[in-house]
């Protein structure tokens, strides 16, 4: 019997590597992102690494409805996943004041509003495959305010809280909730968020490989928080023992722009 995971934002960067690791691992994938021919392409190879069995489903859940929409999909292809993957996420360097509307609408629909509705719309199935996993890629600007990033780095905390308490909901059910924090990755979420030039990516970053073989070993082992590094590590449980004006004024500095 295939065991089915959905993987969301899974066109490139992390996404791509989870479901890489996924498919290494005996996993049938949904596929989901805005762009069907980098989900073909993906499907294409893992069919030639893996014989991995896809279903591609090319959905924007920036779009009020976008999670409904997939939850259709998969439910109609007759799929009850065994692992959700809420991985899609934008994110945009700039002051508030000046961000466009639109643009921080669709933030808060991706980041925030899709992978609570499609949590909440897989949970059935989940609870029906259990033991079954959830893994929500939030990022280590969960633990602090982020001026310059302000509704990225609230999205993300938003992300950490729900998982830490739906984890405590549901475990004795059968379901562990993970949330992935990483810091700085290689990926294009810097030139998409148009902040190339921000200090934050100026250091050495983690590779989204790297990235996701952590995330999955921390899920398949039922780990409630995986935060990729040793120094990502020490920095965020830090941030618990720094005064809260300082752990915003260094978010502050480490978005600057160079």
Known sequence: MQRW????GASGGIGLEIARELAARGYALVLSARSGDKL???AEELQRTHATATLIAAVDLGLPGGADELARRIEHAGIEPKVLVNNAGI????DFADADPVQTREMVELNVAAPTRLTRLLLPALLRQAPARVLNVASTAAFQPGPGM??????????LSLGEALDAELAPRGVRVTTLCPGATRTDFG??????RSALFAAEMASAAAVARHGVRAMERGQRLAIHGLLNRLLAFGVKFTPRRLATAIAAWKIRPL
């Open 40 to 42: 073909q392409a993906l």
């Open 191 to 196: 030139a998409r968020a148009r902040g190339e």
């Open 91 to 94: 994110g945009l360097f700039g």
């Open 5 to 8: 995971a959905v993987v969301t």
């Open 150 to 159: 302000a509704v990225y780095f609230a999205s993300k905390a938003y992300v």
